[in-house]
């Protein structure tokens, strides 16, 4: 495999997996709007931008396979004739998957085995012309074929007042040294003007004699056919001015406004706005955040440290002073942090512009007509965790495409549109990101959910007749229930809702069912809009320290034990016009102790509003998140830790699997079982962060 070895090489291979990634997704979206939109083309235009760029990329890192392959493509494209529009977008499909395959193997540092992107019989129409042979310079000015981005090249020169010429030259064949007389050629010409291209591309092992150069200059023809005629090296020369039309820039907005984004995606590969991009390792990013996190804990002790020498220094002169730095340390501390974490942060369009592709193919495998739509492409998370949920985004919108969705005959007969619909949402609510998956299909009908865990033995018949809808509704994420009447490969073995709520739980988020017979179902995915630093609120639990984010408090209640209640099990408190259900996270206080006060922290997810009982507040704090590994805490409702300015350790609260296991217990002891877990793992949760923070 012929490719840079040293640290350059490396770096530029890495630049290109980034950006091959990008090119491949925007050559879906191209192949998807040309077979939707018959006769565009301006999309093959874009198509065959994307598939240069994608060429000269890899041909700079020695990925020949690639950029053999890419340039097959280009040369079908170049014979656009040949092929019908419909034809064109499934070759990009194709080409796409292939490419996407190579990338994957290049990753790996494999290499990939040559394919043909062309299978069919047109193979050997498109690109004939190329084929044939050229007698002279001058026969074969006009059969030359520059790609799109050597026109935009061409375009911009014309801009700049200069003159584009096509330069074909034949090399003596006397000149023993064909390879090298091309390069003589191209050093011959630099001092007059840019060359933006060369036919053939790169010089074959035993040399060209006929090149074609595209070359941009202020000198007249006659000058630069002067310079090119190099005495025993070249023969003939033959140069000609190209008229060259400026091309208007396409208007934003309106129905082509995604188009239009596409290309200007493209346009930052092509050299054209590249000096506003610098592209940055993620973990570069990452130990940024993290010594910004330090910062922070450094905040809190200078400002403990205040806290327990002013009562020592009543009368020193420079506290005035002390406090004003402080205060312009924490500004520009908060400042560096939210500029850091808006590095981290990226639009979830780069997640979601996935799936027009995975929603054409699984429509097509199951016989079905989809519109896709998408709403808040521009809305931002922490691209660790945009990573982290494409797995399970994946699934549900293959589940809703196969599953969810009814064909088109059924459709029809229940009064439906034959298109079925689906639409991914994503949008900010407090800190949190919410994204949606929405069908307009059969809805999940409760009783068949019940049936089919009742037979997989999940539960037992008595179980089923004390769920409520919203709690059986939640038994599609059990391992194993699939309530899919036939087996595919795309659905119905009974795999993937269990990852989507277990990857939303590890990464402290929620996942929740909206669903209708006849009317559709909505999945909606709530993650947290970073893991790495948030506002909380400590409060103290059986003599222990603990967090839980601030955002997620709607309100703060205070109380006394004997206006608690228990109803149906479930112990509640008339909280002015509305009965609250409580989540007892302390030990039950023994008898007589009914003046004891208590405090309530309302947790309102959305769907259900919990009171969560404490024994005291403990004040609010800006928390540098640490990790637990699974070794350190067993318990899914601690989901990470913190250190304090002072030093002490808190724990926080992983509300999602605090709320997720009330709803699944609700017994009279189920505060006892919730402060049970929290109480045994503490110990062993606080000495390992205390160690991590050492």
């Given at each position: 495999?012929?490719?840079?070895?040293?640290?350059?090489?490396?770096?530029?291979?890495?630049?290109?997996?980034?950006?091959?990634?990008?090119?491949?997704?925007?050559?879906?979206?191209?192949?998807?709007?040309?077979?939707?939109?018959?006769?565009?083309?301006?999309?093959?235009?874009?198509?065959?931008?994307?598939?240069?760029?994608?060429k000269g990329d890899s041909a700079a890192c020695g990925f020949r396979a690639l950029t053999n392959a890419a340039h097959e493509l280009e040369d079908a494209l170049a014979e656009e004739s040949a092929f019908s529009h419909a034809e064109l977008a499934e070759i990009a499909f194709r080409a796409a998957d292939l490419f996407g395959s190579m990338v994957s193997s290049y990753r790996?540092?494999?290499?990939?085995?040559?394919?043909?992107?062309?299978?069919?019989?047109?193979?050997?129409?498109?690109?004939?012309?190329?084929?044939?042979?050229?007698?002279?310079?001058?026969?074969?000015?006009?059969?030359?074929?520059?790609?799109?981005?050597?026109?935009?090249?061409?375009?911009?020169?014309?801009?700049?007042?200069?003159?584009?010429?096509?330069?074909?030259?034949?090399?003596?064949?006397?000149?023993?040294?064909?390879?090298?007389?091309?390069?003589?050629?191209?050093?011959?010409?630099?001092?007059?003007?840019?060359?933006?291209?060369?036919?053939?591309?790169?010089?074959?092992?035993?040399?060209?004699?006929?090149?074609?150069?595209?070359?941009?200059?202020?000198?007249?023809?006659?000058?630069?056919?002067?310079?090119?005629?190099?005495?025993?090296?070249?023969?003939?020369?033959?140069?000609?001015?190209?008229?060259?039309?400026?091309?208007?820039?396409?208007?934003?907005?309106?129905?082509?406004?995604?188009?239009?984004?596409?290309?200007?995606?493209?346009?930052?590969?092509?050299?054209?706005?590249?000096?506003?991009?610098?592209?940055?390792?993620?973990?570069?990013?990452?130990?940024?955040?993290?010594?910004?996190?330090?910062?922070?804990?450094?905040?809190?002790?200078?400002?403990?440290?205040?806290?327990?020498?002013?009562?020592?220094?009543?009368?020193?002169?420079?506290?005035?002073r002390f406090i004003d730095a402080l205060g312009f340390h924490a500004r520009v501390l908060s400042d560096l942090q939210r500029s850091v974490m808006k590095i981290r942060m990226v639009p979830v369009e780069q997640l979601l512009r996935r799936f027009p592709r995975i929603v054409r193919d699984v429509a097509r495998e199951c016989g079905k007509e989809v519109e896709l739509v998408?709403?808040?492409?521009?809305?931002?998370?922490?691209?660790?965790?945009?990573?982290?949920?494409?797995?399970?985004?994946?699934?549900?919108?293959?589940?809703?495409?196969?599953?969810?969705?009814?064909?088109?005959?059924?459709?029809?007969?229940?009064?439906?549109?034959?298109?079925?619909?689906?639409?991914?949402?994503?949008?900010?609510?407090?800190?949190?990101?919410?994204?949606?998956?929405?069908?307009?299909?059969?809805?999940?009908?409760?009783?068949?959910?019940?049936?089919?865990?009742?037979?997989?033995?999940?539960?037992?018949?008595?179980?089923?007749a004390r769920l409520s809808e919203r709690e059986t509704l939640d038994l599609v994420f059990k391992p194993g229930l699939s309530t899919a009447e036939q087996i595919t490969e795309i659905s119905g073995r009974g795999v993937g809702l269990d990852v989507v709520k277990a990857v939303l739980e590890k990464l402290k988020g929620s996942v929740e069912i909206d669903t209708a017979l006849?009317?559709?179902?909505?999945?909606?995915?709530?993650?947290?809009?970073?893991?790495?630093?948030?506002?909380?609120?400590?409060?103290?639990?059986?003599?222990?320290?603990?967090?839980?984010?601030?955002?997620?408090?709607?309100?703060?209640?205070?109380?006394?034990?004997?206006?608690?209640?228990?109803?149906?099990?479930?112990?509640?408190?008339?909280?002015?016009?509305?009965?609250?259900?409580?989540?007892?996270?302390?030990?039950?206080?023994?008898?007589?102790?009914?003046?004891?006060?208590?405090?309530?922290?309302?947790?309102?997810?959305?769907?259900?509003?919990?009171?969560?009982?404490?024994?005291?507040?403990?004040?609010?704090?800006?928390?540098?998140?640490?990790?637990?590994?699974?070794?350190?805490?067993?318990?899914?409702?601690?989901?990470?830790?913190?250190?304090?300015?002072?030093?002490?350790?808190?724990?926080?609260?992983?509300?999602?699997?605090?709320?997720?296991?009330?709803?699944?217990?609700?017994?009279?002891?189920?505060?006892?079982?919730?402060?049970?877990?929290?109480?045994?793992?503490?110990?062993?949760?606080?000495?390992?962060?205390?160690?991590?923070?050492?």
């Amino acid at each position: 495999m012929s490719r840079p070895t040293d640290e350059r090489g490396a770096e530029l291979r890495q630049i290109f997996f980034e950006s091959a990634q990008e090119l491949l997704e925007s050559l879906n979206h191209a192949a998807l709007k040309l077979e939707n939109q018959q006769g565009d083309s301006e999309t093959v235009r874009t198509i065959r931008r994307i598939v240069h760029t994608l060429k000269g990329d890899s041909a700079a890192c020695g990925f020949r396979a690639l950029t053999n392959a890419a340039h097959e493509l280009e040369d079908a494209l170049a014979e656009e004739s040949a092929f019908s529009h419909a034809e064109l977008a499934e070759i990009a499909f194709r080409a796409a998957d292939l490419f996407g395959s190579m990338v994957s193997s290049y990753r790996r540092g494999q290499e990939p085995s040559p394919k043909k992107v062309l299978k069919n019989g047109k193979s050997n129409k498109a690109g004939s012309r190329r084929k044939a042979v050229r007698p002279t310079p001058a026969s074969q000015a006009a059969a030359v074929r520059w790609s799109e981005y050597e026109q935009l090249q061409a375009e911009s020169a014309v801009q700049q007042g200069k003159h584009v010429l096509h330069v074909a030259i034949q090399i003596d064949p006397g000149c023993a040294m064909p390879i090298a007389a091309r390069q003589l050629v191209l050093n011959a010409l630099a001092p007059v003007g840019q060359v933006l291209a060369v036919r053939p591309e790169a010089p074959s092992p035993k040399g060209d004699r006929l090149l074609d150069l595209l070359l941009a200059s202020g000198r007249a023809a006659g000058e630069v056919e002067g310079k090119a005629r190099i005495p025993t090296v070249v023969e003939k020369v033959s140069v000609r001015a190209l008229e060259i039309a400026i091309h208007p820039a396409p208007e934003q907005g309106g129905a082509n406004t995604a188009s239009a984004s596409q290309e200007q995606s493209q346009a930052s590969y092509t050299g054209i706005s590249a000096e506003h991009i610098i592209r940055v390792e993620a973990t570069r990013v990452d130990i940024v955040l993290n010594l910004v996190g330090e910062l922070i804990i450094a905040k809190s002790m200078l400002q403990q440290a205040y806290t327990e020498l002013l009562p020592q220094l009543p009368k020193e002169t420079s506290r005035g002073r002390f406090i004003d730095a402080l205060g312009f340390h924490a500004r520009v501390l908060s400042d560096l942090q939210r500029s850091v974490m808006k590095i981290r942060m990226v639009p979830v369009e780069q997640l979601l512009r996935r799936f027009p592709r995975i929603v054409r193919d699984v429509a097509r495998e199951c016989g079905k007509e989809v519109e896709l739509v998408i709403h808040g492409a521009d809305t931002d998370l922490d691209k660790s965790l945009l990573d982290v949920i494409a797995e399970p985004l994946t699934h549900l919108v293959r589940n809703a495409v196969s599953h969810g969705l009814e064909s088109a005959a059924e459709r029809v007969k229940s009064g439906k549109s034959a298109r079925g619909r689906l639409q991914l949402s994503s949008y900010h609510h407090g800190n949190q990101v919410i994204i949606e998956v929405a069908d307009d299909g059969r809805g999940i009908d409760p009783q068949r959910v019940k049936a089919k865990a009742v037979e997989k033995g999940l539960i037992s018949n008595e179980e089923s007749a004390r769920l409520s809808e919203r709690e059986t509704l939640d038994l599609v994420f059990k391992p194993g229930l699939s309530t899919a009447e036939q087996i595919t490969e795309i659905s119905g073995r009974g795999v993937g809702l269990d990852v989507v709520k277990a990857v939303l739980e590890k990464l402290k988020g929620s996942v929740e069912i909206d669903t209708a017979l006849g009317k559709g179902t909505t999945f909606r995915l709530q993650v947290p809009l970073t893991l790495a630093i948030i506002k909380a609120l400590l409060f103290r639990v059986g003599g222990r320290l603990y967090a839980i984010p601030l955002n997620a408090v709607a309100e703060i209640a205070r109380s006394h034990e004997r206006d608690i209640h228990l109803v149906e099990n479930t112990e509640v408190l008339q909280l002015r016009n509305s009965v609250l259900p409580l989540a007892r996270l302390g030990h039950r206080p023994t008898a007589g102790t009914g003046d004891k006060k208590i405090f309530v922290l309302t947790i309102d997810t959305g769907k259900r509003k919990l009171g969560l009982l404490v024994d005291a507040l403990a004040g609010e704090e800006e928390l540098v998140i640490k990790a637990l590994d699974d070794e350190t805490v067993s318990s899914e409702l601690v989901s990470g830790a913190s250190i304090l300015g002072d030093g002490r350790v808190v724990l926080i609260v992983n509300l999602a699997a605090i709320v997720d296991r009330f709803s699944t217990t609700r017994p009279a002891q189920a505060g006892g079982a919730l402060s049970g877990l929290l109480l045994t793992e503490s110990d062993r949760a606080t000495a390992a962060a205390a160690g991590e923070g050492r």
